[in-house]
């Protein structure tokens, strides 16, 4: 066991280099650099730039350079915890991110935690009352989360959360409470707004958790163990929590592996549509203007979660299930 | 004769006598002025001097007309923006500058006390005696110096050079500094692009506050010093430092000392950024108060696309930006719910939209046809311009060449009517006229090659309005035998295709300040840039002094790059406008780029309780620096 995790984490080196190098080449892909963009927004408003001035900024952020300069100046940096300069906020990357990386925590983990807590009782309901009214009402609820699009539904509940109950629009709370310390009013403030982008973010994730769960449940509840428990006298709920629902808990453990980006990156669209102060939009805004150093450090993060969330499942799945594990051995 | 030499020279002289008796009324009744209640604190604490020591001994006196009121002190002014750089607007909305334009757009001093041009080469500017920098420190020419030889004059700092304003015909000016209060800047041949330089929503800042920006500057700071601080701020020199730190437009650092009535306190990034009230602003209402009126504006950065929500929800004091027509309905709908009002001001640009062939074209057959000026004058023809007005704009905008606009000093009537009529009959005997007679099977006129004539015309494709103005625009075209076909791509790339001269045709906004005087650069009528997406080749060309590009090679285009460069040279105003009017002539009868429709209304959402913001405006970037030039620190709230 120790030796394969030894492995594993070896070959996640060489994984992210060459996420890193195609990151990169990619960013760079389109014609023009930073500047340009930068130019062309300025111009779209009517302003103007002096060229020497241009000049200047092309030379102290050295976009002159040759390709594998700049890509080996921003990978060795890495190392030493320097991801670069924002060009977009005149500022080290790493304060750029710093203070937002802690809201989208916080957005995505209650979304997280929200979609958990709807979709294990609906999903197991739904499994033991296969084609039952109920069963039928709550898929029917769960497809049209998953269909409405979210940022149409973020739009709706924008508008009527401010007409109906005063809430300003946009944002993770309101605009008197930012960059303020915390405090009572502030924490309200953060939960007023908070259950707009839980729910619309929630709703597809829910839907989807609740056929996955639906499916696996009942693969196993017309299994001999499920029978032979009822016929010992298991109570239902203690025999369907002990049983089948474990059994059917791999996929949950596999997804592990992709919930752990998610958790830093955020919905991007929702995050946009709605203003929130999360990385999504920061991220999207990166890769428009070619911000490349921002854009690209954002891009690894979410490489190396990747990686990381799929060894934590992977080792997760191997403890939790001895099938994986017994098979896993046999075979060498 | 010398009274012409101009414009500014006798717009100076009535606010001066103004100034002197507004001192003498002052003076008399400073006991009485009220103090701030903003600073009531810090001044009875001692830690600000009182009112009248905090304003320059001659302030600049606030002219109120029609409606305008004197007001009260306090409020907090809210404003909405898309992005956490859409912070250097304060620059542009509190216009405080050495020399600004009035809503008239004459130009008048404003932090200096007076100026005077002679010959239009040699300016004398004089500073108010006892302004001081938004941290209390004295602002004298010493400000003028360090910038002149510290800061343009480094090589590290400036390494191509003084910026292209402040050269003519490749030679500096002779900059000095007689006194404390006084800055002289000569050069040997007149320079008419200085003073509007200094005016501009962008003003080129000739001045830097020398007493903060040292630490940060090699010739005053020892290197291993300025090293740990490059280190800090992870920037590759001290140059880069210091840039960083004296970006005054950029307005991203709260610490530098600022001249303009609000000062940002917010360091980015934020999402919120706070402009507090300066406390040595040099300009007063006429009883001798200190303005600004409104002790802090606040900007909320939130997605661009949301910012007209918002501000329908009643979350903005005071919106231009991100606003369109197409707003305005809704924004109506929230003006009893939210206590605000929606204003329709006139937008500043020549045309709100405007089709540019691209005279630069690689196509050779296609060059040759759109250089043509009969070619380009049925296009235009063939364009139902009421019919978009109906359509797209309510009826509320007005058939317009790529040109200035009615408002403007210098408009004639022709240049705004001259080939902008609806007349398929004419369209239709120009293109027989010029032997394009046969058509394919679809009713499709064929160029000279045989090729049918399809136009693919590129767009920045970044909103609805566009389509849909062009295919209004394809319908009447199809009727000449045209067929328009719309590609849309990503702002860059849009360029990039029109720069390299795959694009045939483009379509982007008109002409940027519809309402110049004679005394701007006609710069945006004559090839000088490579923006102009007519033509893109030219415009390198003079742009990168001939090395990069092509040289114009039709008469009509030579002619306005020799006018644009007698403007250059021309010594006042007369000559000035002749030369407009020319340039200007030249446009409308050339119709080198296709106008459609101008004067479409710019919502300006305003919050009831807000006073002294016009009724009626121009929305422009230049020359009106969007609200600048309405002067923000006189608003005030009820």
Redesign the interface.
Known sequence: MTYYVIKRLGMMIPTLLVISFIVFVIIQLPPGDYLETYIAELESQGESVDQDKIKFLRDQYGLDDPFMVQYFNWVSGFISGDFGYSFEYDLPVREVIGDKIWLTILVSFITILVTWAIAFPIGMYSATHQYSWGDYGLTLLGFIGLATPNFLLALVMLYFANVWFGTSIGGLMDPEYLDQPWSWGKFKSVLEHLWIPVVVIGTSGTAGMIRRLRANLLDELDKQYVMTGKAKGLPPFKLLTKYPLRMSLNFFIADIGSLLPSVISGAEITAIVLSLPTTGPMLLDSLQSQDMYLAGTFLMFLALLTVIGMLISDLLLAWLDPRIRLQGASLK | MFRQLFKARDTWRAPVSVLITGFLSLTTSATAVASIPYFSDDVASGKLPPMEQRIPAEPAIAEFSGSETTGQYGGQL?LLMG???DIRLMMVYGYARLIGYTPEHELVADILRDFTVEDGRIFTFHLRKGHRWSDGEPFTSEAFRYYWENIVNNEDL????L??KLMVEGEPPAVSFPDDLTVRYEWSKPNPYFVPALAA??PMFIYAPGHYLEQFHSDFTPEEELQTKVEE????NW??LH??KN?PY?N?NPELPSLQPWVNS?R?????FVFERNAYYHRVDDNGRQLPYIDEV?V?I??K??VA??TG?G?SDLQGRYIRLDNYTFLKEGES?NDFNVRLWSSGTGSQFAIYPNLNSNDPVWRDLVRNREFRRALSVGINRHEINQVIYFGLAQASANTVLPSCSLFEPEYQTEWTQFDLDLANDILDRMGMREKDSRGIRLMSDGRPLEIILQT?GEGTEETDILELIGESWFKLGVKLHVKPSQ???F??RVFSGDAMMALF?GI??GSPTADMSPREFAPTNQ?QLQWPKWGQYF?TNQKVGEAPDIPEAMQLLELYESWSRSRNSVEREMIWHEMLKIHSEEVFSIGLVCGVPQPVVVNNKLRNVPEEGVY???PNSFFGVYRPDTFWFE
Do not use: I, M, Q, Y
């Open positions: 809210r992005k956490s750089k400036f390494p191509f050079g910026p292209a929503p962008r701020a992870g920037v590759r140059a880069g840039h960083r970006h950029k991203d917010t980015p990034p934020a999402e919120r606040v909320n939130t997605s696309s949301l929500a918002k929800a979350e719910r920045a702002r860059e790339v360029r990039e906004n940027d300040n923006t742009e422009s970037w230049e």
